[in-house]
Nanobody, 123 residues
Framework: QVLLAESGGGLAQAGGSLRLSCAAS???????LGWFRQVPGKERNFVAA????????FYAPSVKGRFSISRDNSKNMIYLQMNSLKPEDTAVYFC?????????????????WGQGTQVTVAR
């Protein structure tokens, strides 16, 4: 069974930084991993993804150049470094695992999800 647990959310000022972490258990290395975010009443949106070898990454246009996804397969950890935060980045952030090895941007592609961590960016 694959379990994902996010941490690192909280309150940040606009222009500041946060680093989200996601601890994975029961996960083999051959999973692509992603981060999504969701605000109340809206659909869950893609943020970033990384392939199983950490050779390929992909970002939503709204975060490209500000966010960075990485993984440490030796520790079963996934990270999202968020810089130059904006109030519109406020959301619950979810990490997710996809049995496919390549990066994927659609939520239905992902097989396992964490419970989410709240990120709030103040003006």
């Amino acid at each position: 069974q694959v379990l994902l647990a996010e941490s690192g959310g909280g309150l940040a000022q606009a222009g500041g930084s946060l680093r989200l972490s996601c601890a994975a258990s029961g996960l083999t290395e051959e999973y692509a991993l992603g981060w999504f975010r969701q605000v109340p009443g809206k659909e869950r949106n893609f943020v970033a993804a990384i392939d199983w070898r950490a050779r390929d990454t992909f970002y939503a246009p709204s975060v490209k150049g500000r966010f960075s996804i990485s993984r440490d397969n030796s520790k079963n950890m996934i990270y999202l470094q968020m810089n130059s935060l904006k109030p519109e980045d406020t959301a619950v952030y979810f990490c997710a695992a996809d049995r496919g090895k390549a990066v994927a941007t659609g939520a239905p592609s992902y097989d396992f999800w964490g419970q989410g961590t709240q990120v709030t960016v103040a003006r």
